[in-house]
């Protein structure tokens, strides 16, 4: 079987999207703990440094959700079409493989937010009864080609069925 790899600006795109999504939620953290907590408990030396502990920590692993997960998951992602099906391939630590039959699709849709559009990739959501499945991160011209190679599959199988 062969498998396609999504577009290697996925890599920027998730970095930029997630460096925005942590600075905000680190600023936010520590407004609120210097604002709030902090005056609160200046006598309590363990509870201080246990908050200073919880920020580092929460440091830590935002740099590493931004700038180490974003190479180690586009190694991982992966995903095939087929005649009668299609399998998507993802995971670090735990491996998913999702198998989404064609006669299942029930709609199809482009997805690109501001930031895929500045990496010129989108998404191709695939609708089904059993929920929205996702191929992130493929070239434009490639997501229009899928989408439209899908339908025809699927206008294909309704004429036969």
Aim: charge should be positive.
């Amino acid at each position: 079987m062969n498998y396609d790899k999504i577009d290697k600006s996925a890599i920027k795109s998730w970095i930029i999207g997630r460096t925005v999504i942590s600075v905000i939620f680190i600023a936010l953290y520590v407004l609120c703990v210097n604002l709030f907590l902090m005056p609160r408990i200046e006598d309590m030396k363990v509870l201080k440094c246990g908050l200073n502990l919880l920020t580092a920590i929460i440091i830590f692993v935002s740099i590493l959700d931004s700038f180490i997960w974003p190479f180690l998951e586009y190694k991982q992602w992966k995903y095939g079409i087929f005649e009668d099906k299609i399998e998507l391939i993802e995971g670090i630590i735990i491996r998913k493989r999702t198998i989404i039959p064609v006669s299942r699709i029930q709609n199809l849709k482009i997805e690109q937010g501001p930031i895929e559009r500045m990496c010129k990739i989108a998404s191709v959501n695939i609708i089904t009864a059993g929920g929205t499945h996702k191929i992130p991160a493929i070239a434009v011209e490639d997501a229009e080609k899928v989408a439209n190679n899908l339908k025809n599959v699927i206008e294909l199988g309704d004429k036969i069925g």
